[in-house]
């Protein structure tokens, strides 16, 4: 059983910056790819950005990128997701979560396991 658990939420004025962290513990993870998505008050959960197995390749919502920066921290079991320049509509809980396979998906269908989540809030 994977476990993820999220970290580096917090409140931030806006065009301020934070760095989410997601640490996996039960078994090696590397192998797979990994997302990062949110959920903001009266929306759905919706993809932020994915790293694919060896962290080659990423991909961003359109929402977020040139903004938002995902990688493989040192440690092969840890995420991050640098957020730079960040806007009051970035105001979110964000999730960490584990794909079925090596490549990037942005459904949420073919990601396994989940964190529980850290809040990210941005006044104005």
């Known amino acids: 059983q994977v476990q993820l658990v999220e970290s580096g939420g917090g409140l931030v004025q806006a065009g301020g910056s934070l760095r989410l962290s997601c640490e996996a513990s039960?078994?090696?993870?590397?192998?797979?790819?990994m997302g990062w998505f949110r959920r903001a008050p009266g929306k759905e959960r919706e993809f932020v950005a994915g790293?694919?197995?060896?962290?080659?390749?990423?991909l961003y919502a359109d929402s977020v990128k040139g903004r938002f920066t995902i990688s493989r921290g040192n440690a092969r079991n840890t995420v991050l997701l640098q957020m730079d320049n960040l806007k009051p509509e970035d105001t979110a809980v964000y999730y960490c979560?584990?794909?079925?396979?090596?490549?990037?998906?942005?459904?949420?269908?073919?990601?396994?396991?989940w964190g529980q989540g850290t809040q990210v809030t941005v006044s104005s």
């Open positions: 979560a584990e794909a079925r396979g090596v490549g990037i998906s942005t459904s949420r269908g073919e990601y396994t396991y």
């Open positions: 039960g078994r090696t993870f590397s192998v797979l790819a």
């Open positions: 790293i694919n197995w060896n962290g080659a390749s990423t």
